[in-house]
Structure formats: structure tokens, C-alpha cells
């Protein structure tokens, strides 16, 4: 069952230990054939994680702007999304239509990702989902426009969140990780995958 929180539906230990370090090894996998990096920003910032993507599109971000891309900067199309990531769109979302980018976040402990709107995809009314992996977060939820009062919750490796319905344009990030909270990850950190329909 999921519980609510400002829309968001938030599935506590949605994959259970096996399936987490099944899917953190099809990570690795991606990450060996897309290399992690750090985007820049337009405000001339790096992000503090560090990303890639599988699908069709990755996810991109330097001065020119935040934009879909076909390619990894190394200029190799991206890796399909795994089987096993889109088992889990479907058992979240049960919408037929497929995801295009599976967005790889690999936060070090000292990375964290700022409050914002995922808008840069086609059609607001797919959902976005995201998985965490490893060390715990610390999920900050805000509102559809910036401002405002925000809610926070502990994501934990196993847990998906579903960014849908009224909820698809609301503020969210995070805020810090916790580092040595989960024994997952052998060097420590968080991954996140965020899956979204793009066109
Ligand atoms: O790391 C997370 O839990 C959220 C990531 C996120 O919001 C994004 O990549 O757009
Ligand atoms: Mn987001």
C-alpha cells in the first residue's frame, strides 16, 4: 500500500533486498557501457550528483539549458532501459505506454539536489517514477508553484515514488543523504532512478 504525501504515493520497501541488489548490479551495467557525469547548469553551477541515463533519451543539463538528448556526452546513444526497470514502471504505474529515460542520480554523500519541477517532457499527464537505492535520503515535497510550505520524508533503498495526477508539476528534491545508512551499495551513496515518458 502506498501512503500519500501531497500527492506523491510513496511505496515503502517496494522491491525487497534480493530485487535491490539485482537491480544495483543492472545499474553497474549501465553505468559501465554510460559512464556517470556531472552536468553543468545554466547558472553556472555543476550539480552535485553525478548522472546518466538509459533509453532512448538521457536527461541533460550544461549552460545552453536542461534538455532531452539521444546521446551520452561521449557520443554513444544511451543503453536500453533494463527489463527489470520497466517491470517496475509497470507494477507502479500499470500504464502501458513505456518509458523513454531512465535517469541514473548517483549521490555521494555529500550531493543533493535542489527543490524543482521535472517539466521538461511532451505531456504532463504520464506519471514519473522514482526508485532509491543505498543510503537513505532525505525527500523534500513542496507545492505546484515555488514557495510555500514543504513536507520532508526518509526514502529508503527499496522505496518508489510516483509523481502523478494534480502532483506531476510539484516541487520536490533532496536535501542530503545520510551516509552508512545501507549496507547495498559497497562504496556507499545513493542511486535514483527516475523513470519518465519524454515525447
Ligand atoms: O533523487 C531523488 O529522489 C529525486 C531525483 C529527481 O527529482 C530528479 O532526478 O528529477
Ligand atoms: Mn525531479
Given at each position: 500500500m502506498a501512503l500519500t504525501l501531497r500527492g506523491f504515493d510513496i511505496y515503502k520497501e517496494f522491491l525487497d533486498r534480493t530485487a535491490q541488489e539485482k537491480l544495483a548490479d543492472t545499474v553497474r551495467d549501465v553505468v559501465r557501457k554510460a559512464p556517470l557525469f556531472r552536468p553543468d547548469t545554466p547558472y553556472g553551477k555543476p550539480m552535485s550528483v553525478r548522472m546518466t541515463a538509459a533509453g532512448i533519451y538521457g536527461w541533460y543539463a550544461d549552460k545552453k539549458g536542461y534538455r532531452y538528448v539521444k546521446a551520452h556526452p561521449n557520443g554513444r546513444p544511451w543503453p536500453a532501459i533494463p527489463e527489470e526497470v520497466l517491470e517496475i514502471w509497470d507494477r507502479a504505474t500499470g500504464l502501458a505506454r513505456k518509458p523513454e529515460c531512465c535517469l541514473v542520480n548517483y549521490y555521494a554523500p555529500d550531493a543533493r539536489m535542489g527543490l524543482h519541477q521535472d517539466?521538461?517532457?511532451?505531456?504532463?499527464n504520464w506519471p514519473v517514477v522514482s526508485v532509491s537505492l543505498g543510503d537513505d535520503a532525505l525527500f523534500r515535497i513542496g507545492n505546484i508553484t515555488r514557495g510555500g510550505k514543504t513536507e520532508s520524508i526518509w526514502l529508503q533503498s527499496g522505496d518508489v515514488v510516483v509523481m502523478g495526477g494534480?502532483?506531476?508539476?510539484t516541487y520536490h528534491g533532496v536535501d542530503r543523504i545520510k551516509p552508512d545508512?545501507?549496507?547495498?551499495?559497497?562504496?556507499g551513496g545513493r542511486i535514483n532512478l527516475t523513470l519518465r515518458v519524454v515525447k
Open positions: 517539466r521538461d517532457e511532451a505531456d504532463f494534480a502532483a506531476r508539476l545508512t545501507s549496507t547495498l551499495l559497497p562504496k
